[in-house]
């Protein structure tokens, strides 16, 4: 079996039902600067999968990183994004709720506008750095991973949809803020919290009680903790994420991905133990997707 089939491991003892059998690792091309998340993705799966006694689907062959602009990433990643959307539409109309390892917020182009198909009462908890809202007309950089929620909510054409209501986004510690974001925001259809003391209590009133899909890019976290393609100043703790999710957990879960995990520690640690902490840290949200 090629890299590129998607394949399931053999399942951990303890996960005989249909529930456990919601988990993905996405690693392929999606707007990489660089290889190592792709290889976050594979090793954050696996423990995924140990965690959650469960069996492991794969999508996509991890090859070396393009590093280009938005048009020639998406071209090279959407056969790959279509399988994966297409894995949510089953998984979710089966009333599975899916638990994803991805290795970049582009990813999120497949899976948020078939989160909101299917559950259009739900809200995505985003937790970033940055809010991703830009367009194509609006970024600098051309970077995709920067325009996945204008995406995901029809603001441009990713050929991925765009049914994601603005009203059904929560924006969780970001600031790292563009001008053109800036406006969206200050707008008042996108709510948005920051990272701070009442960041639970805040987040808890922006849901308002809806079901809950949780994003997580880990440049959310303080700069040092995990290996991950951006360090902004200001974020949260892992203790900081587990308080967070806790809360979550507290609403329906509709369903959960983890991105943007890269390879090579700055802690010194090894990428599994990287990623066992992290598991930890979102395990409230992981236990209430089985079922």
């Known amino acids: 079996m090629s890299a590129g089939e998607d394949s399931e491991a053999t399942a951990f003892p303890g996960a005989p039902t249909e529930s456990h059998r919601a988990l993905t690792a996405f690693h392929g091309r999606a707007g990489d600067h660089n290889d190592r998340a792709m290889a976050g993705a594979r090793v954050l799966g696996t423990e995924l999968a140990r965690y959650m006694r469960a069996g492991l689907t794969r999508i996509g062959q991890s090859r070396p990183a393009l590093n280009a602009g938005w048009e020639t990433e998406l071209t090279a990643a959407l056969p790959e994004l279509r399988r994966l959307a297409d894995r949510y539409e089953t998984l979710l109309a089966a009333g599975a709720r899916p638990v994803t390892a991805l290795n ?7 899976t948020l506008p078939v989160v909101a198909r299917h559950r259009p009462d739900a809200c995505v908890v985003w937790l970033d750095a940055h809010p991703d809202l830009h367009t194509p007309a609006t970024s600098d950089s051309g970077y995709l991973g920067g325009m996945v929620l204008a995406g995901a909510s029809g603001m441009w054409e990713s050929g991925l949809g765009g049914n994601l209501s603005t009203g059904n986004i929560v924006l969780g510690g970001v600031r790292d803020i563009d001008e053109a974001e800036q406006r969206l925001l200050s707008e008042g259809t ?15 009133t922006a849901i308002a009680g809806r079901p809950v899909y949780f994003h997580l890019d880990c440049d959310v976290l303080e700069p040092g903790l995990l290996g991950t393609d951006y360090r902004v100043p200001g974020g949260l703790t892992l203790e900081g994420l587990r308080a967070v999710a806790g809360m979550l957990a507290e609403h329906e879960t509709v369903g959960v991905e983890l991105g943007e995990f890269e390879t090579i520690q700055p802690t010194g640690e090894t990428d599994t133990q990287a990623a066992q902490r992290l598991i930890e840290a979102v395990s409230p949200l992981l236990d209430n997707t089985r079922g």
Do not use: K, P
């Open 104 to 110: 970049r917020c582009a990813v999120a182009l497949a």
């Open 190 to 204: 996108i709510s948005a919290v920051s990272a701070g003391e009442d960041m639970v209590d805040n987040l808890r």
